[in-house]
């Protein structure tokens, strides 16, 4: 434009012009039109006034749409300023007829929205399926979670799905695992509670919140006359018929505190002594029910009472010969030590109240051994034919002396081997054959009968003595239990022999008991078990 060669500059923009079928007009800055590609340049007016030629000689790019005259069609015209050293001295115009442009938007469309639904229809495939790819595996696992859900913990959650999916099912395996063990773990702890709970040695209660009974262990049950599936869910009040164990219960949950009573309760119609403890449960910071503990305290104070029975007894038969020694004792200092008559027989008494007192004593002594050693007594095998033959043998003078037959019966080579203790089973027969002789007239008979009895051997001790009331035959077991008081006193027993006895046999394991007809004749007997 500056060396002003227009020719070169219409060859210029012809090509460009077919190349982008436009039409290209280049004007000076004066409106003289030097080159355009539709119009002869002769026929063509000043351009300078054209509202885009303005625009663009003012600097920015000049866009119109109007008629043209000389190309007589509607067109679009852009025009931009060229340039030199800052200074517009040429507009370039390009312009398209406005059919041309609307073909080509319309084209442009055609092809924008072809393309688009295109896309559409590719992105929709894929999304279809990626999301089977993803629903498919999750529906086999929501499936499988389903079936742990309702509690089958051995459900293996499965999938085919090799992604993320498949870390999750895994997942979700291990931590299913985690939870079977935690639960079997609760489980044994449970049982193990409930374990010790069912073989306390106290009757258990819990209650819940409002006085509901939610459990109950056994002894429980026996010793308030209650069935737990009749009474579970139940409130106590309704069921139980004991005040005092609907009161303290209700204090428990209304004070929240430990409520420790000995109270009485009337169990299967017997009444007892119990000490009851009311706990409250709380549950995450709240009171949620009591557990309520009986132990029976009934055993332990018949127990006591036992013990200072047993100290008052064994005090009184000890004071018994002490006083009489005493008395014969003083006589004698008084004067009676000079008639030599009297003397002799007082010192014979208090001799033989010596020997009573001894003989007590060693009871007793041998009575608290035996208690003592109840629990830890070493069994061995022990022969009985080889006790009854030697208590057999200490025996047959004392019998003579009162005419009374002794007789052994056990079936010939045939051997008695029990599990027991040899010197006290020995201790048992000399009480049984003591007592038989002592309290079967003279030429009475004593029958001493061993016997198979399956797994046990039973030893027998028949006499035809003096008998025992049916209603006593139970207590001469017990401690200082005598028949007939003042009788025995004569035949010099403390009522010790056979509580010694029963402590034995009871202590090895086995049995004893007796059969009684008064006035006809006696039968003690032991159990015990045989060993092979
Ligand atoms: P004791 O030393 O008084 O004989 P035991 O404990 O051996 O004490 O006996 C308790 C009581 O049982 C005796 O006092 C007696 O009344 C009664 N008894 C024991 N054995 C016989 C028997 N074989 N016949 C009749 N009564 C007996």
């Not at 434009?1 to 436009?22: A, G, P, V």
């Not at 060693?362 to 034919?385: P, R």
């Not at 309290?439 to 198979?452: F, H, L, M, N, Q």
Request: aromatic fraction near 6%; charged fraction near 30%; proline fraction near 1%.
């Amino acid at each position: 434009l500056k060396e002003e060669s227009y020719e070169r500059i219409q060859q210029k923009i012809e090509r460009i012009s077919i190349e982008t079928s436009s039409r290209i007009t280049v004007i000076l800055d004066d409106g003289e039109v030097v080159g355009d590609t539709e119009v002869k340049l002769d026929q063509l007016e000043n351009h300078r006034n054209r509202a885009e030629i303005i625009q663009a000689f003012e600097g920015n790019i000049g866009v119109e749409k109007r008629f043209s005259v000389s190309a007589k069609r509607e067109m679009l015209y852009v025009a931009i300023p060229v340039t030199d050293q800052d200074q517009i001295f040429a507009v370039v115009r390009i312009s398209y007829g406005i059919e041309f442009i609307n073909d080509f938007l319309r084209n442009y469309r055609q092809v924008f929205f072809t393309g688009l639904l295109l896309s559409l229809a590719i992105a929709s495939l894929i999304s279809i399926r990626v999301s089977h790819s993803l629903t498919v595996p999750i529906k086999e696992i929501s499936n499988d979670l389903e079936e742990i859900a309702k509690g089958d913990l051995d459900k293996e959650v499965t999938t085919l799905a090799n992604n993320e999916l498949a870390d999750l099912a895994m997942n979700i395996n291990y931590m299913k695992d985690t939870i079977k063990e935690k639960i079997s773990e609760a489980d044994e702890e449970k049982n193990r509670l409930e374990n010790i709970i069912s073989t306390m040695a106290s009757a258990v209660i819990f209650l819940d919140e409002k006085g509901r009974i939610i459990m109950l262990n056994n002894l429980a049950e026996s010793m308030l006359g209650l069935s737990l599936p009749l009474v579970k869910n139940k409130l106590v009040y309704e069921v139980l018929r004991n005040y005092a164990i609907v009161d303290y219960a209700d204090q428990c949950v209304t004070q929240e505190r430990l409520i420790e009573e000995e109270i009485m309760i009337t169990s299967q119609g017997q009444e007892m002594y119990v000490k009851a403890s009311f706990a409250p449960v709380y549950k995450e910071g709240n009171i949620s029910g009591v557990t309520i503990l009986l132990t029976n305290l009934t055993e332990e104070i018949k127990l006591s009472k036992l013990k200072s029975d047993f100290v008052a007894n064994a005090s009184h038969e000890l004071r018994t010969p002490l006083t009489s020694v005493k008395g014969y004792t003083e006589t004698l200092l008084h004067g009676a030590m000079d008639d030599k008559e009297l003397r002799e027989k007082f010192i014979k008494i208090i001799d033989l109240e010596a020997d009573r007192l001894i003989a007590l004593v060693e009871d007793l002594m041998n009575l608290s051994k035996i208690e003592s050693e109840k629990n830890i007594v070493q069994k061995e095998i022990v022969d009985l034919k080889r006790i009854v033959s030697s208590v057999y043998d200490s025996f047959s003078h004392l019998a003579a002396e009162k005419d009374i037959t002794i007789t052994v019966t056990m079936e010939k080579d045939h051997s008695y081997f029990v599990w027991g203790h040899e010197e006290r089973l020995k201790q048992v027969l000399v009480n049984f054959i003591d007592n038989a002789i002592k309290y079967t007239p003279e030429k009475g008979a004593v029958a001493i009968v061993i016997s198979d009895k399956n797994e046990m051997i039973q030893l027998e001790v028949f006499d035809t003595g003096i008998g025992i009331n049916e209603d006593e035959t139970e207590r001469v077991f017990e401690r200082f239990y005598r028949v007939d008081k003042s009788r025995n006193k004569k035949s010099g027993g403390f009522g010790l022999g056979l509580s010694i006895a029963k402590n034995i046999i009871e202590s090895l394991g086995g049995t004893i008991g007796v059969e009684s007809e008064p006035g006809k004749g006696s039968k003690f007997w032991v159990l015990l078990k045989k060993a092979k």
